[in-house]
């Protein structure tokens, strides 16, 4: 079945350091893989996908993500975090398996960004 | 393009009582997921919809229930509410039925009292 961790439910960076946010996943198929992010009292809006392809995605707003199969790996980075950055982030695979194609997402990590 | 619209945006309702939510999907999408978002956690899928059909059920009781109409709007009901329904309701439209990717509501929050 497929799965997905985000370690860390709490980042804090200094504005202007580098972002990192983990996540692995499980899947018994190629992964399709999203990371979305949410901002306070609003829906969830796409950051960048993984599918197919070439394994750096870059996404909206400087973000970028990496799929690595050999570490079941797809963490997002931005090199500079702005204050605009601080919000909740989810990693998500999409479950090809049965037919449905539902999302399976993460517990979320929440990103502050410290003047 | 207008994106996915739901309403209310908040509500609250007291044990026991009956909800709807509404959707309204992205123009030109045919399906639309729904998903519940309890405080603090990821969204979990509840179920989804393609061309008026159920298309796949999350692990949530039979008490919540949807319906997909011709212009691919839809509606998230939850009968006998309870306290754990409390949540952020998510409704999410996509072009395909494969939904390689979703695009979002602003969701409904409902508190149960």
């Known amino acids: 079945a497929q799965s997905v961790t985000q370690l860390g439910s709490h980042v804090s960076v200094s504005e202007g350091a580098l972002v990192l946010l983990r996540c692995n996943y499980s899947s018994s198929v190629p992964p399709y893989l999203f990371w979305y992010v949410q901002y306070p009292n609003q829906g969830l809006q796409l950051l960048l996908k993984y599918t197919t392809g070439a394994t750096l995605v870059k996404g909206i707003n400087g973000f970028e993500a990496e799929f690595k199969k050999s570490e079941t790996s797809f963490h997002l980075t931005k090199p500079s975090a702005h204050m605009s950055d601080a919000a909740e982030y989810f990693c998500a695979v999409s479950d090809r398996t049965t037919g449905t194609y539902k999302y399976i997402f993460g517990t979320g990590t929440r990103l502050k960004v410290l003047a | 393009e207008t994106g996915v619209t739901q309403s209310p945006t908040h509500l609250i309702k007291t044990r026991g009582q009956q909800v709807t939510l509404r959707c309204s999907s992205q123009s030109g999408h045919n399906t639309v997921s729904w998903y519940q978002q309890a405080l603090g956690q990821g969204p979990q899928f509840i179920f989804q919809?393609?061309?008026?059909?159920?298309?796949g059920r999350g692990n949530f009781p039979p008490r919540f229930s949807g319906l997909q109409f011709p212009n691919y709007s839809s509606e998230l009901n939850v009968n006998a509410l309870e306290l754990d329904d409390s949540a952020l309701y998510l409704c999410?439209?996509?072009?395909?039925?494969?939904?390689?990717?979703?695009?979002f509501g602003a969701g409904s929050r409902l508190t149960v009292l």
């Open positions: 999410a439209s996509s072009p395909d039925r494969e939904a390689n990717v979703l695009t």
């Open positions: 919809y393609y061309r008026e059909e159920e298309n």
